[in-house]
């Protein structure tokens, strides 16, 4: 069992910048892939960006550029550097821990945390 808890979500004006952190109650070294996810009013929940414990990430084609998804392993957490923002990225912000049991991949959620960027 996985527990993911976000902070760092607010209101910022666009152009401005927020830094997200999802604390885990597991040492990160043993999860596979962790990563964040945003799900806009109405919108289905989406990729943001991803990061393997290999050190290897992904991230949407949107955050390309002006996001960067880092993991701290001596403090288990996952941080979400948000530059640029738009008011388009605004959205619940999720974080997500992909663990490899032996009976197969198994995907924890936190409870989000809010992003909105308005002038």
């Known amino acids: 069992q996985v527990q993911l808890v976000e902070s760092g979500g607010g209101l910022v004006q666009p152009g401005g910048s927020l830094r997200l952190s999802c604390a885990s109650s597991?040492?990160?070294?043993?999860?596979?892939?962790l990563g964040w996810y945003r799900q806009g009013p109405g919108n289905v929940r989406r990729l943001v960006a991803t990061?393997?414990?290999?050190?290897?990430?992904d991230y949407a084609k949107s955050a390309e550029g002006r996001f960067t998804i880092t993991r701290d392993n001596a403090k288990n957490t996952v941080n979400l550097q948000m530059n640029s923002l738009k008011p388009e990225s605004t959205a619940v912000y999720f974080c997500?821990?992909?663990?490899?049991?032996?009976?197969?991949?198994?995907?924890?959620w936190g409870q989000g945390t809010q992003v909105t960027v308005s002038s």
């Open positions: 997500s821990a992909g663990v490899n049991y032996t009976s197969g991949m198994k995907n924890y």
């Open positions: 990061i393997r414990n290999t050190g290897g990430t």
């Open positions: 597991v040492d990160i070294k043993s999860i596979y892939q």
